[in-house]
């Protein structure tokens, strides 16, 4: 499915009260806001081969702008807080199915990413990975996984093509991961491989959350956002300013919803949690990578690439990540301006879950 295609089916079946607009008045009421904090400008590391490192500085959060049919106006900037209290309300009333003993959970993941490259860096590529792994009843490792790294590559023009095939030969054809050692697979789908016959060889964390690292997070919401903004000198490598902990709190965040590890409990301590971050915003109308429609937070961090967390706005499930420039020739931290425009989707991601009788054999 196209984005078109999913464009075309924004009305189907679509009830005429917006939950998000209902909710709102009860929620300002029920609920103090945040304090106010000064953002800082402050610069941080690049990580490494992450385009969930690119990061930016933020809009402020504004009332909801509504049509006369009660629907949020395309591109206004709504009441992010409200949204993520609904979805977690609606997460918390439809608990994940437990995974029957003998069977798995798989989760899919399919990511994909866009560069820009050549003479004035006019061409352009996008290169798609497809991941799966089958998480057990016990929900401990090792499980097996399946990725499969640049299962497919577009690009902008057969000369586009030509140029990056001579460019970069090594990373032309699909690369395929499979394991029944896995212990983690990150966004993109790198997998990361608990060494055979040990039981310490994939130690979890904010890159990679297992199933009883997302079960030990605090069950309190604001306790959870003081975890997820905590500078413990692990992923991502921020400062201490209180922007930078706003920043590293949506990056955790991401990664725990990614991995298909949060239940419908968690997702709503979680959503309850960031609803405690400055300057998130709402985006109506999202697409993630598999057409299905939802509605995104986002957040613009640092350099000008916004984040954004997609979820169900009719279930409060999370159903994908994107990453937007927001600024053109945004600068990295070296001051270097990035080949991107605004408007440029970085990086693309959807993430399903199902329950399965077995899993292949690797």
């Not at 402020?60 to 702008?65: A, C, T, Y």
């Not at 990056?164 to 990361?192: E, F, M, S, Y």
Request: glycine share 8%; proline share 7%.
């Amino acid at each position: 499915m196209t984005e078109i295609d999913a464009l075309k089916r924004l009305n189907h079946d679509v009830p005429p009260a917006d939950p998000l607009v209902l909710a709102r008045a009860r929620q300002r009421v029920l609920t103090p806001q945040p304090a106010k904090r000064r953002s800082t400008g402050a610069r941080r590391m690049v990580l490494a081969g992450a385009l969930a490192g690119t990061l930016a500085a933020g809009f402020l959060v504004n009332d909801v702008v509504t049509k006369n049919d009660g629907t949020v106006a395309p591109g206004a900037a709504a009441d992010a807080g409200t949204f993520l209290a609904t979805a977690a309300d609606q997460s918390t009333s439809a608990p994940d199915a437990p995974i029957p003993a003998g069977q798995y959970r798989r989760v899919t993941q399919r990511s994909q990413e866009g560069w820009n490259f050549g003479p004035r860096n006019e061409y352009h590529g996008t290169r798609l990975s497809v991941s799966d792994w089958w998480v057990p009843s016990t929900q401990r490792p090792p499980f097996t996984a399946i990725s499969v790294l640049g299962a497919k590559q577009e690009f902008s023009s057969k000369a586009a093509e030509q140029l990056w095939h001579r460019t970069d030969p090594l990373n032309v054809k699909p690369q395929k991961i499979q394991t029944a050692d896995a212990c983690a697979v990150l966004t993109g789908g790198a997998v990361v491989v608990q060494a055979q016959g040990t039981t310490n060889g994939c130690k979890a964390g904010w890159m990679n959350p297992s199933a009883d690292f997302v079960a030990r997070l605090p069950q309190d919401p604001a306790a959870l956002l003081a975890a997820l903004r905590k500078n413990d000198h692990t992923w991502p490598g921020l400062g201490d300013a209180p922007a930078q902990g706003d920043y590293r709190a949506f990056e955790r965040a991401g990664s725990i919803l990614v991995s298909g590890f949060a239940t419908s409990e968690r997702r709503a301590t979680l959503y309850k949690a960031l609803r405690g971050i400055r300057n998130i915003q709402l985006l109506p109308n999202a697409v993630n990578l598999d057409g299905k429609v939802g509605r995104a937070i986002g957040l613009v961090e640092l350099w000008g690439i916004r984040k954004e967390l997609i979820i169900d706005a009719k279930t409060g499930q999370f159903i994908g990540l994107r990453e937007v420039a927001t600024v053109t020739a945004p600068l990295n931290g070296d001051g270097d301006p990035m080949p991107l425009k605004s408007g440029d989707v970085i990086s693309w991601t959807s993430v399903a879950t199902r329950i399965t009788p077995k899993h292949p054999k690797v």
